[in-house]
Nanobody, 124 residues
Framework: QVQLVESGGGLVQAGGSLRLSCADS????????MGWFRQALGLEREFVAAISRTGFTEEYADSVQGRFTISRDNAKATVYLRMDSLKPEDTAVYYC?????????????????WGQGTQVTVSS
């Protein structure tokens, strides 16, 4: 059973940093590719970043490339999203997602499991 719980969201000023965490309470984390998506108020959920189950492959949306870094610690069954140089347009609810595959995906339909989301608000 995969259960994902995000944490680390909050309020930060533009230019600041946050690190989101997503922990899996199951025992199969190392078999999962992981992704982060976000949904701003009134907009569709969009891809942010993803990582393969080995951690060797990373994918990023163009809008966050060079500012955000995804990583994972399989021993802790946790995936992270380090967000630097935050902008007001990064304000959204951030969701962690998992798929039973080696490689990450960029589409919502690629993922089988979702967390409940954590709010990130960037003030100008």
């Amino acid at each position: 059973q995969v259960q994902l719980v995000e944490s680390g969201g909050g309020l930060v000023q533009a230019g600041g940093s946050l690190r989101l965490s997503c922990a899996d309470s199951g025992r199969t984390f190392s078999s999962l590719a992981m992704g982060w998506f976000r949904q701003a108020l009134g907009l569709e959920r969009e891809f942010v970043a993803a990582i393969s189950r080995t951690g060797f492959t990373e994918e990023y949306a163009d809008s966050v490339q060079g500012r955000f870094t995804i990583s994972r610690d399989n021993a802790k069954a946790t995936v992270y999203l380090r967000m630097d140089s935050l902008k007001p347009e990064d304000t959204a609810v951030y969701y962690c997602a998992a798929r039973r595959d080696l490689l990450p995906g960029k589409e919502m339909n690629d993922y089988d499991y979702w967390g409940q989301g954590t709010q990130v608000t960037v003030s100008s």
